[in-house]
T-cell receptor, first 118, second 114 residues
């Protein structure tokens, strides 16, 4: 079974600075998908960014980018120019790329609580 | 367009009662998921529906939990004889079919068992 580990329960960053959230995962599969979700106090999980394992290029979405190291099974999220609205829980998630797996559920880490200091 | 809608937003009930949680997915999304988020934890997969296929129930924690999806749209998660450990936020997500399709989440139902 796949596991996802987020080793930083809490992180803080000064407004306008850059912060990196760590995520590692364990899998024997070669094809899979990785996601970062943001969960503000409103509880809704919002997709921040996603990465296909077969793509070597790191995904980027505006101020959000990832550092995907497939051999190391690492998938960190970098937030540049941090804003107050970035404060939230951030979850890393894994999805199998095996079409025969039968189910496409996400496996989540336990999350990192990000605080942004004005 | 409208996102995933869940109701009720909050539910408080006594231990031993049955509860029903509702999820209305995004129109046209064939896949629907239920997850449970306990305090301080990540999301735990419960059940998955895809079109008319048999659901994947592998994540249901006990036979007190069941779910159905009528007409390929609205889904109901039922918990019978609730226990205090069932207290959690129950999140529903939907997506188009395909491994590369992202899941879109609702705001969840916070269930509190007294």
């Amino acid at each position: 079974a796949q596991t996802v580990t987020q080793s930083q329960p809490e992180m803080s960053v000064q407004e306008a600075e850059t912060v990196t959230l760590s995520c590692t995962y364990d899998t024997s599969e070669s094809d899979y998908y990785l996601f970062w979700y943001k969960q503000p106090p409103s509880r809704q999980m919002i997709l921040v960014i996603r990465q296909e394992a077969y793509k070597q290029q790191n995904a980027t979405e505006n101020r959000f980018s990832v550092n995907f190291q497939k051999a190391a099974k690492s998938f960190s999220l970098k937030i540049s120019d941090s804003q107050l609205g970035d404060a939230a829980m951030y979850f890393c998630a894994y999805r199998s790329g095996d079409t025969l797996a039968g189910s496409y559920q996400l496996t989540f880490g336990k999350g990192t609580k990000l605080s942004v200091i004005p | 367009g409208a996102g995933v809608s869940q109701s009720p937003s909050n539910k408080v009930t006594e231990k031993g009662k049955d509860v029903e949680l509702r999820c209305d997915p995004i129109s046209g999304h064939t896949a629907l998921y239920w997850y449970r988020q306990s305090l301080g934890q990540g999301l735990e997969f419960l059940i998955y529906f895809q079109g008319n296929s048999a659901p994947d129930k592998s994540g249901l924690p006990s036979d007190r939990f069941s779910a159905e999806r009528t007409g390929g749209s609205v889904s109901t998660l039922t918990i019978q004889r609730t226990q205090q450990e069932d207290s959690a936020v129950y999140l529903c997500a939907s997506s188009l079919s395909g491994l590369n399709q992202p899941q879109h989440f609702g705001d969840g139902t916070r269930l509190s068992i007294l």
